[in-house]
């Protein structure tokens, strides 16, 4: 029941953020090739300063989930082109050297996007949407899985969202590596 409580939680704020991003990013210019945009990555900064040696990271590799985050979501009005909520972790290459995550976008961009940012403690990512049109939208959400190269394996650093300040959650199915 809790789990289907979380993934119900999890979904409804999926969907209003991508619902506040659409209405801001439809009729946007476009966001511009893969470049993260100043405040995504001023960001991933923020979130990987909050979490790197905090409490809450020792506490969350030592397995005691929920943690209660060093740092807050954004709120509901950053729009899509600049920073979205990642929809969960799907896969840890065996080499630790990439990951895949599910990224939204809606039916009036290019896709979306993802960028990393890497500390000694985590690894941050950013995803937005790329190359908003004008014209009529659809108020749908499509999921893209997106694979994310790092210089480093993840090892033992938390992977986290820039956008909600928490750990990426695993997908349906997904388990971590050497699971």
């Known amino acids: 029941m809790r789990t289907d409580m979380t993934r119900t939680a999890r979904l409804l704020l999926v969907l209003a953020l991508s619902a506040a991003g659409a209405a801001a990013g439809c009729g946007s210019a476009e966001a511009g090739g893969t470049e993260p945009s100043p405040r995504s990555d001023a960001r991933a900064q923020q979130v990987a300063k909050a979490w790197d040696g905090s409490r809450a990271a020792d506490r969350w590799r030592a397995g005691h989930r929920p943690v209660a985050p060093p740092i807050g979501p954004l709120g509901q009005n950053v729009p899509a082109d600049v920073l979205a909520p990642l929809g969960g972790l799907t896969r840890v290459a065996g080499n630790g050297r990439s990951l895949t995550v599910v ?77």
Request: aromatic share 2%; proline share 8%; charged share 20%.
């Open 103 to 179: 990224a939204h976008h809606g039916s009036c961009d290019d896709g979306p996007v993802v960028d990393v940012l890497e500390t000694s403690g985590s690894v941050v990512l950013s995803a937005a949407v790329t190359g908003l049109h004008d014209g009529p939208c659809t108020s749908e959400l499509r999921g893209k899985k997106m694979t994310v190269k790092l210089v480093g394996p993840v090892g033992d650093r938390i992977v986290l969202d820039a956008f909600t300040g928490r750990p990426v959650p695993y997908a349906d199915g997904a388990a971590p590596a050497g699971s």
